[in-house]
């Protein structure tokens, strides 16, 4: 079963750091980008960050840059999420979700999701 | 920066077709992507690159993108559809979302 399992959310007081990871399963990690996508409570979808297959390529929404870092490890086929310096605003459940992206640089859509984690920023 | 736009709600009758739209600044010449959101679920992709279905996606669903908007399509739209959709799109380096649709089905 194709799957993405994350994990690491919590309470954190403004300025902390917390670390989310995703564990994917079921399919070949290495082939997919991934993407990091938050949604506040009761509020939309806003994209974080985005990781290529080979970690060549890392972007980042204005919101959390210089803040956020995105990484992952292809032999433990795991997406993380290193944030820093938290804000109230930060306060979201986090997805996780792949993306296919093929060798023109078309982009599939984000076809999988995990359950979210959520993380809550508050003294 | 980009941004793409969508009405807050759209209603429909049970049977009928729903139409949400998703304006954006010359959005025909981008790819456009739906996904579809249950209360207390993850989101689910319906429609990629303007008009394709992910595998199990129901044939009501279907997408279309033009100028400046995209509009899902839901055909024949039953009470199960009831769900906030959201639009998609890439702008250079950013992935930019709608602010949501809520789909009401009565």
């Known amino acids: 079963e194709v799957q993405l399992v994350e994990s690491g959310g919590g309470l954190v007081q403004p300025g902390g750091s917390l670390r989310l990871s995703c564990a994917a399963s079921?399919?070949?990690?290495?082939?997919?980008?991934m993407n990091w996508v938050r949604q506040a409570p009761g509020k939309g979808l806003e994209w974080v960050s985005h990781i290529s297959s080979s970690s060549s390529t890392i972007y980042y929404a204005d919101s959390v840059k210089g803040r956020f870092t995105i990484s992952r490890d292809n032999a433990k086929n795991s997406l993380y999420l290193q944030m820093n310096s938290l804000r109230a605003e930060d306060t979201a459940v986090y997805y996780c979700?792949?993306?296919?992206?093929?060798?023109?640089?078309?982009?599939?859509?984000?076809?999988?999701w995990g359950q979210g984690t959520t993380v809550t920023v508050s003294s | 920066s980009y941004e793409v736009t969508q009405p807050p709600s759209v209603s429909v009758s049970p049977g009928q077709t729903a139409s949400i739209t998703c304006s954006g600044d010359?959005?025909?010449?981008?790819?456009a992507f739906w996904y579809q959101q249950k209360p207390g679920q993850s989101p689910v992709l319906v429609i990629y690159?303007?008009?394709k279905r992910p595998s199990g996606i129901p044939e009501r669903f279907s997408g279309s993108n033009s100028g400046n908007t995209a509009t899902l399509t839901i055909s024949g739209t039953q009470t199960i559809d009831e769900a906030d959709y959201y639009c998609q799109a890439w702008d250079s380096s950013t992935v930019v979302f709608g602010g949501g649709t809520k789909l009401t089905v009565l």
């Open positions: 010359k959005l025909g010449g981008k790819y």
């Open positions: 079921g399919f070949t990690f290495s082939d997919y980008y």
């Open positions: 979700a792949r993306e296919y992206v093929d060798a023109l640089t078309y982009y599939y859509g984000m076809d999988v």
């Open positions: 690159q303007d008009r």
